[in-house]
């Protein structure tokens, strides 16, 4: 469809909902916010839904990295078949787990008591020792090792939940390094092909290994995966996520509403200029002020474009009221993905909340747009 003509369904249940979520580390502390606003409007709203969830309301859910982890947050099964976590218990999540999984114990040292004191020969080799150990650290070594990470999603999802079992169709992407490819978890491939029905610990831990972050995951179903974080193919994962939709319930493209939300893009300020640096290895990813340089510029270039191609194409097939991004502008010392200092995270939360306000009015109507899709399907259901 071009020229601002659509063929929307008549029937509002045959819209196909879809919520999207970037990666970015800690920075899933502001759609964490977004969502519990969201969660709570859905609960005014629904007066036949008062313990409503973001998953009763999404065909799918898709998620890069920590947008991947929120996504099997929302959509895992509790003991009864309703979401395991409440949003406001995401972002409540962020709060309290991210000093944790971002902090290393592979470079901590053991504390000898000091039973006499230290020859001169003694100090020089701690001192020889402590700085072989930081260049090992700086270029053989990611900068965390993953076992907090790993340890805090088996705490939370535990160690039997499939892809399977998720109570809406989530999409999560990783990227296989040995077969140099994208690899797109769904819960609807793992209903059909086992070797995709991978447990959800180890689809989280997969797309959140970012390299220079953490190290990549290996594990195995009925076939090996060798996998790093899904932000290298689509940190941004709505077009990916349109795209599996469209061909899972084969739909046309002006059926899909989607709500896409960031994790924070970094503003101006601050940024480093190209001036006379030779732009070697060093400048690009290990100079001491900004070592994720390349990492970022990989990641948020691409998300600014699927932004734009998302924008555009909604719009020039008639239905740009069925794509929603919400977004906000960082200062860079709070774009970065691991600042877990208190400070910080309360800036994020504060950032997160403030965006929901800002955006009120616009999470209404997706809110009220949702309850409307719900109630229609459930009646037509009951026809």
């Not at 469809?1 to 920075?27: A, C, H, K, W, Y």
């Not at 977004?34 to 973001?54: F, G, P």
């Not at 070594?141 to 079992?165: C, V």
Request: charged share 25%; net charge negative; glycine share 6%.
């Amino acid at each position: 469809m071009v020229n601002g003509s659509s063929s929307e369904p008549e029937n509002q249940g045959d819209f196909i909902t879809i919520l999207s979520i970037d990666g970015g580390g800690v920075r899933g502390i502001i759609p964490s916010e977004v969502l519990s606003a969201l969660e709570s409007k859905l609960q005014k709203l629904d007066e036949d839904n008062k313990d409503a969830r973001i998953a009763d309301y999404f065909d799918f859910i898709a998620g890069t990295s920590t947008g991947g982890l929120m996504t099997a947050m929302l959509t895992a099964p509790n003991a009864v078949k309703r979401p395991l976590f409440a949003a406001k218990d995401v972002a409540k999540f962020y709060q309290e787990k991210c000093p944790i999984i971002f902090h290393n114990e592979a470079g901590a040292h053991e504390t000898v008591p000091e039973e006499t004191k230290p020859s001169w020969t003694d100090r020089f080799r701690s001192i020889r020792d402590g700085i072989s150990r930081q260049l090992e650290k700086k270029f053989l070594e990611p900068k965390y090792d993953g076992k907090n990470l790993q340890d805090t999603i088996k705490e939370h999802l535990g160690e039997k939940l499939a892809l399977s079992d998720t109570l809406t169709s989530v999409i999560i992407p990783a990227f296989d390094i040995k077969q140099f490819s994208h690899t797109v978890f769904s819960t609807l491939k793992a209903k059909r092909d086992s070797s995709m029905n991978a447990l959800l610990e180890d689809v989280c831990r997969a797309t959140s290994a970012a390299p220079y972050y953490f190290p990549p995951h290996y594990f195995e179903t009925s076939k090996p995966f060798n996998l790093i974080d899904g932000g290298v193919a689509a940190n941004n994962p709505s077009f990916l996520a349109v795209c599996e939709a469209m061909k899972e319930k084969n739909t046309k493209f002006q059926n899909i509403v989607i709500l896409s939300l960031g994790t924070g893009e970094p503003d101006a300020s601050g940024r480093i200029e190209v001036g006379d640096r030779k732009w070697g290895i060093y400048d690009w990813l290990l100079d001491d002020d900004y070592p994720t340089l390349l990492l970022d510029i990989l990641t948020t270039a691409p998300d600014k474009m699927t932004e734009i191609y998302m924008s555009n194409v909604f719009e020039i097939s008639g239905v740009k009221h069925n794509y929603t991004r919400i977004q906000a502008l960082l200062k860079p010392n709070e774009a970065m993905m691991d600042n877990k200092r208190k400070g910080n995270l309360e800036r994020l939360q504060k950032i997160g909340l403030d965006l929901a306000k800002e955006k009120d009015a616009e999470l209404e109507a997706i809110a009220s747009r949702l309850v409307d899709i719900r109630k229609a399907r459930l009646t037509h259901m009951s026809a």
